[in-house]
């Protein structure tokens, strides 16, 4: 299996059913036209991992729907009966399961009582020894002069228990007692051992004189029994009404769908096109920083636009689908990029977009500050597409497709200046051509961040200030959040406003982004940061940062 195929893995067989009788039936079914959707059968199975067969699914067809018929139509599910036949009380009868439990509930109950009766017991009689030893303490003198007058140990023992009324028993573990256990000491300890005892047969005559609190203890053992050696049930039970097999369809329907694109490269589509909602306050996690985001159908296709301007296509249906959820969408369970596309070296993927002929386009940005927006041409026999001619040592740094064509967009450049301007400005151009100008650099600096944002919703403005002649993100020194409507729109090419003052030791940005609030922030391995708090000076500087920052990105 790989990230573009799905497959069942099946560690389980019936009794007296091997992989092999399997194989066999499923490759007679697809031959004879009666089994859609499997594409291979492997038999995995070995010593170190035990059963493992191994079953390819078809991309477009649903992998439960399939299941469900190889349960149908292969040995992989069957139903035998057994005779249960046990000794009870030394005659042989045949139980169902209610009847096993009952029985095994009589032994425990059984066993139970017998313990405790035979516990409460030894208790008893080493409450007797410990009364009669205390009972000696109270007048050890005595005592003494008792055994050391005595002819033998005989009398002293006779003597003893008519002077203390002691029993038999208790009068001989006093003589065979050591003079050293009769200290001040141990008779604290045997006062507390005495009441230690009372407390422990009163708990077993309680429990044996009550059938409830027999039960009670019964079902609290059984259950740190089942707790210490139970392990997950093998197979799901699922309530009676369940939708039957025959209601789920055995291929992917075209239904609408998100396909998106995280800050590690990781793809997947969702289960539907309905919008994750305000997630603000939820709790960050892995893989959660969504840097596109496109809407799609599950059979349909989308683009992938790269760094070195070309469009590659993508069939939706070889993606993972992510589960349904009301959480903050992440994309543990994507799969990376490189299953799906194949990139030359130093070149990314910058985002995703439909191939809507109707939309307003694409709007590319490039690390030499030009602009383009790309009439939305895409021909159908093409897999690859070049979206604009770039100039030699230029590349894509940052690309959207527009939504209404009202947009700002918004180039940064490392030396902290950032330009806005209205997409109106840039006219729409066909595939070949290179742009034209959008931002006006100063000697040596270049573009880091290209994006569109709306005027109309709420936008933030992040960089992060850094040095030249050091390692790529391997120093961050302070960092910037600010509202985006303190910086004013200009005209295409000029050379903007500065975003952020340098302190010392600072001379460049080396991350910047513009876009909707609330902004998401990420390292390289997909692990949320904490951004600072707005700060609402335009060309202000920064705040330190705890940890690294590699990729902003806003809501999807």
Not at 130 to 142: C, M, N, P, Q, R
Request: glycine share 8%.
């Amino acid at each position: 299996m790989t990230a573009r195929r799905k497959g069942l893995v099946v560690t389980e067989l019936p009794f007296t059913v091997g992989p092999e009788k399997v194989i066999a039936k499923i490759k007679d079914l697809v031959g004879s036209k009666k089994l859609q959707g499997i594409a291979d059968v492997k038999d995995l199975t070995d010593r170190e991992h035990g059963l493992r067969l191994v079953i390819e699914i078809k991309n477009g067809f649903v992998p439960e729907a399939v299941l469900e018929q190889l349960y149908k139509l292969t040995p992989m599910e069957e139903s035998f009966g057994i005779n249960n036949v046990a000794l009870v009380d030394g005659q042989p009868l045949t139980l169902g399961l209610k009847e096993l439990l009952e029985v095994y509930l009589d032994h425990r109950f059984t066993v139970v009582r017998r313990r405790s009766e035979f516990r409460r017991g030894k208790k008893r009689d080493r409450l007797h020894l410990v009364e009669g030893l205390l009972t000696a303490l109270v007048d050890i003198d005595e005592v003494i002069r008792l055994i050391r007058s005595s002819e033998n140990s005989a009398q002293a023992k006779e003597r003893l228990m008519d002077r203390f009324s002691l029993s038999d028993v208790q009068t001989q573990y006093i003589l065979d007692t050591p003079l050293r256990r009769l200290t001040k000491y141990d008779r604290i300890e045997l006062e507390a051992e005495k009441d230690r005892l009372n407390a422990e047969i009163e708990e077993l005559t309680r429990i044996l004189d009550s059938d409830a609190e027999l039960r009670k203890l019964v079902s609290a053992e059984l259950a740190a029994v089942a707790k210490k050696f139970g392990n997950d049930r093998r197979t799901l039970l699922l309530e009676t009404g369940a939708a039957p097999a025959a209601a789920v369809p055995l291929q992917v329907a075209d239904d609408p769908c998100r396909v998106l694109l995280s800050s590690t490269g990781l793809l997947a589509r969702t289960a539907n096109d309905e919008p994750f909602g305000d997630t603000s306050g939820a709790k960050r996690v892995k893989h959660d920083v969504i840097v596109s985001a496109v809407p799609a159908t599950a059979r349909g296709e989308i683009g992938v636009v790269t760094s070195a301007g070309r469009l590659l296509r993508l069939n939706v249906v070889d993606l993972p689908q992510l589960p349904e959820t009301m959480a903050t969408p992440n994309l543990s369970g994507g799969a990376p990029l490189a299953e799906f596309v194949s990139l030359e070296d130093d070149e990314d993927v910058v985002c995703l977009t439909t191939l809507d002929e109707s939309s307003p386009g694409l709007a590319l940005g490039t690390e030499q500050g030009v602009v383009k927006r790309v009439v939305p041409d895409y021909p159908s026999n093409k897999e690859e597409l070049e979206v604009i001619t770039l100039r030699e040592g230029d590349r894509i740094v940052g690309a959207v497709e527009l939504r209404t064509g009202e947009e700002d967009l918004v180039f940064i450049s490392d030396d902290a200046q950032l330009l806005r301007f209205p997409a109106a400005q840039v006219r729409p151009q066909g595939r070949p051509a290179g742009g034209v100008a959008g931002i006006k650099l100063s000697s040596g600096a270049k573009v880091i961040s290209f994006t569109a944002v709306d005027p109309a919703v709420d936008a933030v403005v992040f960089t992060v200030a850094g040095s030249r002649g050091t390692l790529d993100d391997s120093v961050q020194t302070t960092a910037k959040l600010t509202p985006f409507d303190q910086y004013p729109r200009k005209g295409r090419a000029t050379g903007g406003v500065r975003c952020q003052r340098f302190l010392k030791g600072e001379d460049c940005l080396s991350l910047a982004w513009a876009g909707p609030a609330p902004a998401r922030a990420a390292q390289k391995n997909g692990a949320a940061v904490s951004l600072p708090e707005p700060d609402p000076r335009r060309d202000g500087s920064g705040v330190s940062l705890a940890k690294t920052v590699s990729v902003v990105a806003g809501p999807v």
